[in-house]
Structures are given as C-alpha cells and as structure tokens.
C-alpha cells in the first residue's frame, strides 16, 4: 500500500493534555524527597511547606510583583530551596513520580509570575542558593549558576578585572538563570550581542534527573536552551559564559526632552540614526509620563540614556555629527567604569557605593505590567503623537515606553544561531511598562496597557507580532496551568520565536515527550506520527 512507504512526518499534537487528577498526596512526595540517597548533603532543611512559619515570607522573597502577593495554599504545595545539585535532582525526580507540577525560580521576575504561580498542584523550586560565581581572567570566561543576580556576577567580574564585562541587562536583582535562558539583553547588545550568543557550556538537570553538560546533553539541546527559555527544557544549574572586553573609562548620559522642547522631533530622528551609530554606542529612547509646568497637569518627557565604549570627547563629536538635534553638551556626559555604569542606568546617584548591586529585595514593591514589540520602520511623526497621547490616559501610574536600538553586531548574526529570532531587520525593541501601588488600579490599569498596545499595532511587527520572551506577556496567548493545546501554543509561541518554534518543538518532544516542563506559555511537544 501506498502508506507503507510513507516517511515519518512531523505533526503537531493537537491537544497534549493532562487529565484532571485528584491531588497528589504531600506526604508521598516529601517521603520521596527526604529519601534520596545524598547523605552529604541531606534535603530536609530546605523544603518548606503550608506548615513552617517562614512559608509566606519564602515565596514573597523572589516575588516581584504585587499583582501576585500570597500563595495560593491550595496549589503550593511546597517550597524547595535547593542547596546542591542533588535536591534539584530529587525535586525534578520526585514531583513527576508524583504527578506533581515544578516551577523554577532563580531571580522571580517572570513579569507574569510563572515562575512561581500555578492553577494545579505544584511545587516552587527555589534557586538563590545556588549563587557560585568563578571568573577565569586569562581566558575571559566565567561560570555562573542560576541563582546568582546580575549584579552578583558584574561585582566578581569587576573584581577580577577592570576591562572585562558580560553583555546583559541592566537590572540587577535579576537572576542568571531566567534572564540568560530567555535571551537578556542590555547596552552592550550593538557591540556584543546578546547573553546566549555567549554561553559556551551549561550545567542542566533532565527530566529523569539526570545532571548534563554541553557535551552530554547534545547540540539540540543546548541550542534550545539558549533563548528558548530554561523552563521547557529541564533545570538550569549554571552557565559557562564568555565575557567580553571593555575600556576601563565608559562615557554615559542621560538627557531630557519634553514635548514643548521638540521631544517628538527628537525621537523621530532618534528612529532614523540610533541602529547607524558605531557599535560601541548605545541609546535608549524613553517616552515617560511627568509631571508638567502646570499644577498637576500631567506630560510627556521623551529620556535619552546613552552609554558609550570610550570617552566624552569622542561621543560629543559622534553624537554632534548624528543627532545634534538633542543638544547634548559636555556637562551632560559622565565618565565611569563599566561596574559604575550600572548604577547609572539604574538611576541611583552618582557616588552611590557599588556593594548596593548585591542588595536582594526581601518582597514585592508594586504591581506592574509590561508589553513588547519589535518596529522594522520608523514610526511616523503622527504615529509617535498617538502613541504618547495615549500614555497620557493612564491616572496616577508610572508609565514609560523604553525604546532599544538594534543594528550593530545584531544585524550579523542569524535568526537561527539561537531560538532568539529578533534579529536583522528590527530597528528597535519597545517595552511598554506601567507600574501603581493600590491593588484597586489594577483592572483599569491592565485596561489600559492594552489600550496603549492597541494604539501601537499599526507600527511595529505583524504576522506574527512579534513578542520578547523575557518580557512575559500573558494576553498573547497561553494555556492553563495543567494542560498544552499546541494550537494555542501556536499563537503565542510563534511570536516569541517566529520560525525557530518548529525546532523548539522537535527539541521537547526528544528530550521531554511527556511534557513534564510545563508552564502556561512553555513550548509543547511536536509528536511523530506515522
């Protein structure tokens, strides 16, 4: 029969989903957990459940955002706090034995709270403890695991060497493991690309437990946890990175520009230029919502942060030739080192003591929501004025819309390299954030971020409209907590991943077929039929 010679297709499932199951026994599980044969280094200690006192101030800890204050107790049914390589190992081993759901955190801030939030049974796999930072100078690389934050491994890279740095983001609460597994990005991404294009090895717990480097875990496998998001995959213990170089003296500036000064003027030209400048020259864009001259009238101040690979004399002449139009003078510019240059984009004063990047938020401080989206051409004048007009609607919010140039090394490397598509052709990222601090702003406040988003469709990316994975967005697609309907992961994924999602899903079907790993937007299995 003609069906006999037919080759193995790859189709998608149309529906992976879990039946509803009663809920598993926490007795089993911890019996499971409290057996496993690590004698060194026993797992009691670190599991905390509904019963300890420290459960509620444990899960606040790594979550930052308010929207998501207190467990859900009858979900949660513990928190591990992982200390070696053998409670993840005995987590992940125990939890599927047990049909029981894991989520991973090492930073906590998954936007949507994924990271530690679910509708079934499940149990929060805390990684802050597993923080080791090494860094080997004479061969510019490091190793970092999942628990460490970003400004846990700039402080040991710093100590180690004034003229080395790795090209991640600029926030430094945020964990190793989730920012480089999705992609991080900062303002060394014209010159350097992003976190993936520089991870060498990785440190990867399996779904059976079992511990995998690069070279055991295969070269699918790491490719698809380079900007696929960890959580699909497996555990992510640590990174082995490349670092790269830096002046010992960076310029950087910040500048303002209201509307009544020619803001708009200014970013459209912005759009123009800002992915043309020299590689080792990065400017942020960012619309945000201040206070006018006017009482309580409220307006738009259009912010320029800028860091550059060199010193002021050399920027003023770039940025004097390029975009005059912005004003910027000498007074503006500050000459610092790379560690001090943090601080900066993080808005502390100058002369703040660098030891604060090692600061770690013992709970959330306010709500938020964040959008993305990616503009291949620059937005018309009238676009921009729509678009800051409809800022303008949200009440009593903080509300910015962070605008990062591409070009640069970015435009060189292919789509394909990582699951990280956004690549050649994007002028610029968009983060859309708005932040408040009454929990009954919240519905108008999640209103109005669509609203905003709305607004902006006609000028960025379509089919698909295209997403940034670490700026997790719920509205554009998801599951529910227990269950996988490809179709919907269809929609959500191809705007995280665009082409490289089919071989995401070939990747999960060979290393996760039963889809243990599972999140509402986490990548499902393509399945083999014949």
Request: charged residues 20%; proline residues 5%.
């Amino acid at each position: 029969m003609k069906e006999a010679f037919s080759v193995l297709c790859l189709v998608l499932l149309v529906s992976v989903s879990e039946a509803a199951v009663t809920k598993p026994p926490l007795d089993t599980f911890l019996s499971c957990l409290r057996s496993w044969p690590s004698p060194d280094n026993p797992i009691t200690d670190d599991i905390i459940t509904t019963d300890n006192t420290t459960f509620l101030s444990s899960y606040l800890s790594y979550t930052k955002n308010k929207r998501f204050p207190s467990p859900n107790y009858q979900t949660l049914m513990a928190i591990v706090t992982a200390k070696n390589v053998s409670h993840i190992q005995a987590t992940v081993v125990c939890a599927k034995s047990n049909g029981i759901q894991i989520r991973i955190r090492s930073g906590g801030h998954d936007y949507e709270g994924l990271s530690y939030t679910s509708s079934v049974s499940f149990v929060i796999l805390d990684m802050f403890n597993l923080r080791s930072i090494t860094v080997d100078v004479p061969n510019k690389k490091a190793w970092v695991q999942a628990g460490a934050t970003l400004g846990e491994l700039y402080t040991k890279i710093s100590n180690a060497s004034n003229t080395l740095a790795f090209p991640a983001g600029v926030c430094s609460t945020v964990g190793a493991g989730g920012h480089i597994s999705g992609g991080g990005y900062g303002n060394l991404m014209r010159k350097y690309g992003l976190t993936v294009d520089h991870v060498v090895d990785a440190l990867l717990v399996d779904v059976n437990g079992k511990l995998l480097n690069r070279s055991t875990m295969g070269e699918d496998l790491f490719w698809a946890i380079r900007g696929g998001g960890g959580g699909s995959f497996g555990v992510i213990l640590s990174w082995k990175i490349n670092l790269v170089d830096v002046p010992k003296i960076l310029t950087v500036f910040r500048v303002n520009k209201t509307l009544e000064q020619g803001g708009t003027d200014v970013l459209y030209k912005w759009q123009l230029v800002s992915s043309e400048l020299p590689d080792g020259l990065f400017i942020r864009a960012m619309p945000q919502v201040a206070n006018g001259t006017k009482g309580r009238e409220r307006t738009i101040a259009v912010v320029f942060h800028a860091q550059f690979l060199g010193q002021a004399n050399e920027l003023m002449s770039i940025m004097n030739q390029s975009l005059p139009e912005l004003g910027l003078k000498r007074q503006d510019c500050l000459e610092m080192s790379w560690l001090n240059t943090i601080l900066f984009w993080e808005d502390l004063p100058v002369g703040t003591p660098t030891s604060i990047l090692l600061d770690r938020p013992s709970k959330p401080e306010k709500f938020f929501k964040s959008k993305s989206d990616y503009v291949k051409k620059p937005i018309p004048k009238e676009g921009i004025e729509k678009i800051l007009n409809a800022m303008l609607k949200f009440n009593n919010n903080i509300v910015y819309i962070e605008w990062n140039p591409y070009g640069g090394v970015m435009d060189k490397i292919p789509a394909t390299a990582t699951p990280f598509p956004h690549r050649k052709g994007n002028l610029y990222k968009v983060q859309y954030y708005t932040a408040w601090f009454d929990a009954n702003a919240t519905e108008d406040s999640l209103n109005m971020m669509k609203e905003l988003y709305e607004v902006a469709e006609p000028y960025v990316s379509s089919n698909p409209r295209e997403a940034f994975l670490n700026y997790r967005d719920i509205d554009i697609g998801s599951n529910p907590s227990g269950e996988t309907n490809v179709d919907e992961a269809e929609v959500y994924g191809s705007k995280y991943f665009v082409g490289n999602l089919k071989r995401l899903m070939e990747v999960k079907a060979k290393y996760d077929p039963e889809n243990f790993f599972k999140n509402e937007q986490s990548i499902p299995p393509a399945r083999v039929k014949q």
